[in-house]
């Protein structure tokens, strides 16, 4: 479903026309007011980023505060207005906003849904439907030459009612970009990373049944593709032992 949202401009804040009025009745069009709005009911900082989630009258927004880096919220912004413009379903936007010391602020609707690796790992029958469900959305997301460059099955949620997946994080999408094969590889190894840290022993057996799945539609006949994912993912595993080794977050 294509979606295009109207902005406005209210000093050093976008904000989607259909939330305009709620932040206007509630106090809430002022940059200062929303980056120091009091208890959340979510709240976890990383690096330069915390991510604060709220309930205002019965609405649930979450706010990710740049503390840094205000150029990676603007890019985050700019991509989920091109997603929903694309048809690809992710967080609904609320509002962007910029101070003058360059912190920045991207708010969206609490996503409509459970994340995937929750649901499965709550009831594994359903492994099979979702690591489906993945492979037919990234095979689409793929051939209209997406990349998200931050694909992680816990970047996954699902609504049931519309029977939808949603992606988030979507800061380092990529759209049509020069050489797409090394993205194109890149988020497979981070999705083939992602199994084995969420599905055990049976991360290469659902790998198998993904990548069945997968190229069902886009018919890969890249003869050493596996290889070039397989070592990308020996990469991302070294790279995030060295991290977490040194003391870092990943």
Not at 150 to 159: A, E, I, P, S
Request: aromatic share 18%; glycine share 2%.
């Amino acid at each position: 479903m294509r979606k295009k949202f109207i902005l406005l401009n209210i000093k050093d804040i976008k904000v989607n026309k259909n939330f305009y009025n709620f932040l206007e009745k509630n106090n809430l069009l002022s940059f200062d007011i929303l980056w120091n709005l009091p208890d959340p009911y979510f709240f976890r900082k990383k690096r330069y980023r915390i991510v604060s989630a709220y309930q205002i009258k019965g609405f649930k927004i979450f706010i990710k505060k740049y503390l840094a880096h205000p150029e990676e919220a603007k890019k985050e912004w700019e991509n989920i207005l091109l997603l929903w413009e694309k048809g690809v379903p992710t967080s609904i936007p609320v509002f962007f906003a910029l101070s003058e010391d360059k912190r920045a602020m991207i708010g969206t609707e609490e996503i409509k849904g459970k994340r995937v690796i929750d649901i499965i790992q709550d009831d594994p029958s359903k492994v099979s439907f979702f690591i489906s469900k993945i492979a037919e959305f990234l095979a689409k997301f793929h051939k209209i030459v997406f990349f998200h460059q931050d694909c992680y099955l816990n970047h996954f949620y699902y609504d049931e009612k519309s029977d939808q997946l949603i992606i988030i994080d979507v800061s380092r999408v990529k759209y049509k970009p020069f050489f797409s094969k090394y993205y194109f590889i890149k988020d497979l190894a981070q999705l083939k990373f992602s199994f084995y840290t969420y599905l055990g022993d049976k991360a290469e057996r659902w790998w198998n049944f993904f990548w069945e799945n997968y190229n069902k539609s886009t018919k890969n006949s890249f003869l050493f593709l596996p290889k070039l994912i397989d070592l990308k993912v020996w990469l991302i595993k070294r790279h995030t032992e060295r991290v977490l080794k040194r003391g870092g977050e990943i």
